[in-house]
């Protein structure tokens, strides 16, 4: 008896031994696959949910996710409204969630600062897109391109649609969003040097939210109060096609609008005159290239000028103080809008 005691002993010892092992393992949300490899979750954090821009960043999220079944699990999350303390909720819920990369797209990069710090002390992968400020926090920031020259390209568009001369207004998703408010400095600073008789009628941008109606009810007060307005320029697809959809009703083509824009969107309005220049980047696609780099990481790939992150403009990325840019602006532009060009 005493051996058989001693055997079933043996036993439940070596139970516990592999159970303190399984508990010693990398964290459980690397699931197992049937070919012996990890699966890796990565979650997209986008600014607001339901709107055009970010569903189209959802198509890369799943494009992604799609082709790498098997070794990764990758969705796109965003808070309703855009409210950044949703959003920073949303990453304290991922971080007790034990996910493997996060990838965000700020609302507020300051409000958003300490939980990237907390994810990163937990050894979850941060990569983040529209916030090149949080560069010393985060894993690696995305950038479609440089954020001082596309909005100097915003801003000089707007001089020559406006003759360069007149009053003008703009508008930005919000005063706390990076690349907005990054376009919007280097845009007025280029006015300022380069077209003395173009006047801004605010010190500070409009911010509409990323939202349909408030960017439609500023647009109204906009037009209302400055009857000789020659000039808007949004930083957000809201601000545009909502300044753009005023005029139409009003038909009225003496106001230029430049905006940030979407094809499906600000098309219409660019060929009916109502819009005189867009520009943009496709959402999929750095949807798509931030998760791949977070996938990178993870499955222990060297991070180096000129990889390619599998998407069109960041086939061969630079990087700059852990800042990836890629090489993708695109312009829009009225008799360009063939049918089938633009997925988006």
């Given at each position: 008896m005493k051996r058989y005691s001693r055997r079933i002993l043996a036993f439940i010892s070596l139970l516990m031994i592999l159970s303190l092992v399984a508990a010693c393992s990398p964290k459980g949300n690397n699931q197992s696959a049937s070919d012996g490899e990890d699966v890796f979750e990565i979650v997209m954090v986008a600014k607001h949910e339901g709107i055009p821009w970010f569903d189209d960043m959802r198509?890369?999220?799943?494009?992604?996710?799609?082709?790498?079944?098997?070794?990764?699990?990758?969705?796109?999350?965003?808070?309703?409204?855009?409210?950044?303390?949703?959003?920073?909720?949303?990453?304290?819920?991922?971080?007790?969630?034990?996910?493997d990369a996060i990838a965000v797209v700020p609302n507020d990069p300051d409000a958003m600062r300490p939980v990237l710090e907390r994810a990163k002390e937990k050894g979850i992968i941060i990569i983040s897109h529209e916030a090149a400020g949080l560069a010393d926090v985060v894993d690696y920031d995305v950038e479609a391109f440089d954020n001082k020259s596309f909005g100097v390209l915003m801003f000089d568009e707007l001089a020559k649609a406006m003759g360069g001369k007149g009053k003008f207004a703009a508008m930005v998703g919000g005063l706390t969003m990076e690349t907005h408010m990054e376009?919007?400095?280097?845009?007025?600073?280029?006015?300022?040097?380069?077209?003395?008789?173009?006047t801004p009628i605010s010190e500070q941008p409009y911010e509409d939210k990323n939202d349909d109606k408030i960017a439609r009810d500023k647009a109204l007060e906009i037009l209302n109060a400055h009857p000789d307005l020659q000039g808007f320029v949004g930083t957000s697809v809201s601000a545009g096609s909502n300044m753009a959809s005023v005029l139409k009703e009003r038909n009225n083509t003496d106001v230029k609008v430049v905006s940030l824009g979407i094809p499906s969107v600000s098309g219409p309005y660019l060929e009916d005159g109502f819009m005189a220049h867009a520009q943009t980047w496709r959402p999929a696609?750095?949807?798509?290239?931030?998760?791949?780099l977070a996938y990178k990481i993870l499955a222990g790939e060297e991070i180096k000028d000129g990889i390619d992150l599998g998407r069109p403009g960041y086939e061969s990325?630079?990087?700059?103080?852990?800042?990836?840019?890629?090489n993708a602006p695109?312009?829009?532009?009225?008799?360009?809008?063939?049918p089938g060009k633009y997925p988006f």
């Open positions: 198509k890369g999220v799943e494009e992604f996710n799609n082709e790498y079944k098997g070794k990764v699990k990758a969705w796109q999350i965003a808070p309703e409204g855009g409210d950044p303390a949703k959003q920073v909720q949303m990453v304290e819920d991922l971080i007790a969630q034990g996910v376009w919007y400095n280097a845009g007025v600073e280029h006015i300022k040097a380069n077209y003395p008789d173009m696609d750095v949807g798509y290239a931030s998760v791949n990325i630079k990087i700059t103080d852990k800042v990836v840019y890629g695109l312009e829009l532009k009225k008799g360009t809008f063939e």
